[in-house]
């Protein structure tokens, strides 16, 4: 079992930044592939960026590409997702997620645990 607890979310004007970061319990962190995913109100939850368990491979939805940049601290049992030049469309509840092995996925079924999830709100 992993349980992982999102932080960081909160209230940004547009053009700012905001850094999540998500702490994992349980299992071996190092041996799991993580994944950032964000649900917008009366929207499907949609894939933002995933990075394989030893942190050289990242790959990005192409909607945060060059603005967002995910990484990992496997010593501290830790993923990050720093966003830059935030937008309005953005806002939504960012969510965490861990899948077993070291590939990184894009699709969420592929993914065994999730957090709570965090609120971003990006005004104009």
């Known amino acids: 079992q992993v349980q992982l607890v999102e932080s960081g979310g909160g209230l940004v004007q547009a053009g700012g930044s905001l850094r999540l970061s998500c702490a994992a319990s349980?299992?071996?962190?190092?041996?799991?592939?993580m994944g950032w995913f964000r649900q917008a109100p009366g929207k499907e939850r949609e894939f933002v960026a995933t990075?394989?368990?030893?942190?050289?491979?990242?790959f990005y939805a192409e909607s945060v590409k060059g603005r967002f940049t995910i990484s990992r601290d496997n010593a501290k049992s830790t993923v990050y997702l720093q966003m830059n030049s935030l937008k309005p469309e953005d806002t939504a509840v960012f969510s965490c997620?861990?899948?077993?092995?070291?590939?990184?996925?894009?699709?969420?079924?592929?993914?065994?645990?999730w957090g709570q999830g965090t609120q971003v709100t990006v005004s104009s």
């Open positions: 990075i394989g368990a030893s942190g050289v491979f990242t």
């Open positions: 997620a861990a899948s077993p092995g070291a590939v990184a996925r894009t699709q969420a079924y592929e993914y065994n645990y």
């Open positions: 349980g299992r071996t962190f190092s041996r799991y592939a």
